[in-house]
């Protein structure tokens, strides 16, 4: 499909993809916390019912602390501004809640796909058992889903159980992973801290999916280079990669042709699928700008890009901001958009059918 979209003369982007389209488009977010995208309100709500102190009272100004907390270019601070939401998400009603408002938060933004990512073992400090907090969670998005059919937007929302790369829980949650399909469990993660905390860490977790054919991503090239990404690749056989970005720096761009190392070449032309959240980099320092972030060169070089928001609430964004920026920074156009979704749906944790039904709704509500 060629667009046929006007260019605008100062910025090369096309008039036509303003934020209000993008929104309508039907998208697919692949990499989106959970516990990163809570509504202030929200959190505002379930933190004083629980005593938790919060460094500001109201909606807006909680917005504002998030965002400018989360601006440090460092992963591992950014990663601190979570102990608040954590905290707030400690009981199955405040699970189902969150849960419940990330589906209608997704539909809003006209979302038809989404994977909400979160640690179980971080929601057992008033007592809860990882089982509970994984039905909590997956009643939550059941019900949110419910709601969104009732008002004619229907959505489907899976949920990936996450294992903090530096404990050591990782066998415990993949074997929780593959015992509950029924909670819409789809797949697996590991996140948290990069630096020190290498994917073969978690080794035994991933030998053991792979056994059982449950699917699995792992953060890499965020914190850390090619040799993440590499790692998480060839020796733990990543599905997806969240982020990976840092993989621009195994291309050689200096001279006429880009020019791809070992580690670039084989995660291209294996067409692993890269989770990129390219607001979320700013914040943690892959890129001082977004015309300096590798998100437009990598999608130009043929690796499979997709486009997701990690964290919603930190970030201050939603998937249509994210595709808004890419238009009005490097001229994306309304094809770019849609390969990147089309790429989305291909990378999806869901069964051929389900992916059938993802695929079709896309093209049935894809301007043509």
């Excluded at 809640?97 to 989404?114: I, N, S």
């Excluded at 200096?254 to 291209?268: I, N, Y």
Aim: net charge negative; glycine share 8%.
């Amino acid at each position: 499909m060629t667009s046929t979209a006007p260019a605008d003369p100062r910025t090369g982007s096309p008039r036509t993809l303003d934020r209000t389209r993008l929104r309508d488009l039907p998208k697919v977010a692949l990499h989106d916390h959970l516990d990163g995208g809570l509504r202030p309100r929200t959190l505002l709500e379930l933190a004083a019912e629980v005593g938790h102190p919060l460094p500001a009272d109201t909606p807006a100004a909680l917005a504002d602390w998030f965002f400018e907390a989360a601006n440090s270019g460092s992963l591992e601070r950014y990663l601190e501004t979570f102990e608040h939401t954590v905290a707030a998400m400690q009981t199955e009603a405040a699970l189902h809640r969150v849960a419940y408002e990330f589906v209608l938060d997704q539909v809003d933004d006209g979302v038809v796909y989404a994977e909400a990512r979160w640690a179980p073992e971080q929601h057992q400090r008033r007592g809860l058992t990882l089982a509970a907090a994984v039905r909590a969670v997956g009643d939550g998005l059941k019900d949110g889903m419910a709601a969104a059919r009732r008002d004619g937007h229907p959505i489907i929302v899976r949920q990936l159980l996450t294992a903090m790369r530096h404990a050591d829980r990782g066998l415990e949650i993949a074997e929780l992973t593959a015992r509950h399909e029924e909670d819409l469990v789809a797949g697996f993660d590991i996140a948290g801290a990069e630096a020190g905390f290498p994917p073969s860490r978690q080794l035994d977790a991933f030998r053991y999916l792979e056994h059982e054919g449950v699917p699995y991503t792992i953060h890499a090239g965020e914190a850390v280079g090619p040799e993440s990404v590499r790692e998480a690749v060839e020796v733990c056989h990543a599905s997806r990669i969240g982020h990976g970005v840092r993989l621009i720096e195994d291309i050689d761009l200096t001279g006429p042709e880009p020019v791809l190392g070992e580690t670039a070449a084989l995660v291209r032309d294996a067409r692993i699928p890269l989770e990129v959240c390219p607001s979320s980099n700013l914040q943690t320092g892959v890129a001082a700008t977004m015309a300096d972030h590798p998100v437009d060169r990598l999608h130009r070089l043929g690796f499979e890009v997709t486009i997701s928001c990690d964290n919603r609430l930190v970030s201050r964004t939603t998937l249509s901001r994210e595709y808004a920026l890419l238009v009005e920074t490097f001229g994306w156009t309304l094809d770019d958009v849609r390969t990147t979704v089309d790429r989305a749906v291909r990378a999806a944790f869901v069964d051929d059918d389900t992916r059938e039904r993802i695929a079709g709704r896309v093209d049935r509500t894809w301007p043509h």
